[in-house]
């Protein structure tokens, strides 16, 4: 039962955050889905970080980051809707970059991040 809670708090604490960024990205204005970017690469950044960190570990604290906290501020169906709007605007050019930063981008991060943790 604690597995839930704690999924459940990392998963709030996540969903609070990336409705902040995105929050924040609109207001400024920023050129196409920059919150979604801003969030997606942030946390594969974290992801690559805490696995390194806690790989062959489970408990409490993985179940709070990954599959809460990260699984909830991060969003692969924000960017699926996003990348749908582009094709049916004709943004091919910024479908396709957009679409190559995400993935290229977040695949880097996430390695960068587990470069950063370290060794265990």
Known sequence: MKKYL?????????????????YVAMAAASPFFMGTLIVNMLGAFIAGLVLRKYHAREGHLRDFLITGLLGSFTTFSMLTYEQYLLLSYGEYYIFLTYLTINIVGGFSLALLGWKAGGSR
Do not use: D, H, K, V
């Open 6 to 22: 704690y999924i459940s708090l990392g998963a709030m604490i996540g969903a609070l955050l990336r409705f902040s960024i995105s």
